[in-house]
């Protein structure tokens, strides 16, 4: 599962140093629980983009609720507030084909850099986006799933 989480305008400052501190955290800490896994994930300043592995669909709303009530209750601290953070449901999208995942991966790993490319901001091709899974493999689990594992590397563009 591809899903996204977008924060309300009050607390889109997902990318300052304290609250990735605070989200990071919180991925570590929650990122594995019965039948449901988080694999990568990317913080940008208003959304979080997150794959998963759930083993159904009532593990995966449990996962991505326990993990936004914990993101929540961290950065309204961080922010010293209180009240909502994240502005509606989340929307999420079964990737069910290895270039689907293959994709979803290449999306999310490299969104901060489609957001800087979109404010016209320069990025150099080889530049990795710090506040991802990337390089931050401590944090999430460990894929389970073929799809996850080894089925995306099918998906992938040859050459």
């Known amino acids: 599962m591809h899903v996204t989480a977008r924060v309300r305008d009050e607390a889109a400052r997902l990318r300052s140093r304290a609250c990735f501190r605070a989200v990071a955290s919180c991925i570590g800490k929650g990122c594995e629980r019965d ?10 300043s208003n959304h979080l983009h997150l794959i998963f592995e759930a083993s159904d669909a009532t593990a995966l709303a449990r996962g991505v609720q326990g993990l936004s009530i914990r993101i929540a209750k961290a950065v309204n601290k961080v922010l010293k507030r209180r009240g909502k953070v994240f502005a509606d449901r989340y929307h999420a999208h079964a990737l069910r084909t290895p270039t689907e995942v293959a994709n979803a991966i290449d999306y999310v790993l490299g969104n901060g850099r489609i957001h800087a490319e979109r404010r016209g901001r320069a990025v150099h091709p080889e530049a990795v986006d710090q506040l991802t899974s990337y390089t931050h493999r401590q944090l999430v689990a460990q894929a389970q799933t073929w799809l996850l594992r080894i089925g995306w590397m099918r998906g992938l563009p040859a050459g």
């Not at 039948?35 to 990317?42: I, N």
């Open 35 to 44: 039948g449901f896994r988080l694999v990568h994930f990317s913080v940008q």
